[in-house]
């Protein structure tokens, strides 16, 4: 059993059990955990909820619910809001990756935190976000083959932003090419990002949010 020698608290905003609706683990069947609260301010924020409704829960209350309600599960999502704003999040993180495999998603913003199995999918946040100049970049080292760094493309010039940093950094991990398209948004809108990736022979991975497509803007599902 964890030892759980001084309270830790955590601000959760939800929990919910879906299929993973992004990235190079889409279609994985998953416990989310949400965060609340996030200290960056994304123009096309999805989940702009999270960064005020959420309710505070005791460190070992949270691993309880999940050991309950996750038997049998393999993979938790942590995610938010911005998971790692909160400082019991890592030991939250540790406990969980004894038993399950582990998916963080994080913003990007806070410095990534060196867990043993964890699969660690930080954003590099593009000009049509607002945030261009948020994103840690020395994260990107840190990245290992296993994680992902993703970017979240809405116009011509968030891909060549992007086109810049992966020329720069030259990422171990996967990359991904998320066309922000929201719920308003058309997937024939984002032909142009399919081949401008393929023109450049991009060592990239191009994915749709499959959840937007089949629940629109529900949550939890
Ligand atoms: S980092 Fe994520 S949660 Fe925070 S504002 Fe941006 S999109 Fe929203």
């Known amino acids: 059993m964890p030892n ?28 989310f955990i949400r965060l609340g609260g996030c200290n960056l301010n994304c123009i096309w924020c999805d989940t702009r909820y999270a960064k005020y409704e959420f309710k505070e829960y005791r460190l070992e209350e ?10 049998r599960g393999r993979w938790i999502c942590i995610t938010g809001g911005e998971p790692l704003m909160q400082e019991n999040s890592k030991r939250l993180i540790e406990i969980l990756d004894r038993d ?6 994080t913003n990007g913003s806070f410095p990534i935190p060196s867990f043993k199995n964890v699969l660690a999918s930080m954003d590099v946040k593009c000009p049509s ?21 993703k970017f979240v493309i809405g ?10 940093i992966i ?27 399919f081949k401008r990736s393929k023109e450049d022979s ?11 497509l089949v629940f629109g803007g529900k949550r939890g599902v």
């Open 4 to 31: 759980f020698t001084k309270t830790r608290m955590l601000n959760i905003c939800e929990f919910f059990i879906s299929h993973q609706g992004e990235g190079r683990l889409i279609g994985e069947l998953m416990y």
């Open 129 to 149: 976000s607002g945030e261009e100049n948020s994103t840690l970049l020395s994260n990107i080292e840190l990245l290992k083959e296993r994680d992902q760094l």
């Open 167 to 193: 020329k720069k950094y030259k990422p171990r991990s996967a990359v991904v090419f998320q066309p922000q398209g929201g719920l308003r948004t058309r997937p024939e809108d984002f032909e142009w990002l």
């Open 100 to 105: 399950y495999k582990i998916l963080l998603e």
């Open 62 to 71: 949270v691993v309880a619910k999940i050991k309950d309600e996750w038997r």
């Open 202 to 212: 991009l060592n990239v991975r191009v994915i749709l949010q499959q959840h937007k």
């Open 155 to 164: 116009t011509k010039e968030d891909y060549d932003y992007a086109l810049n």
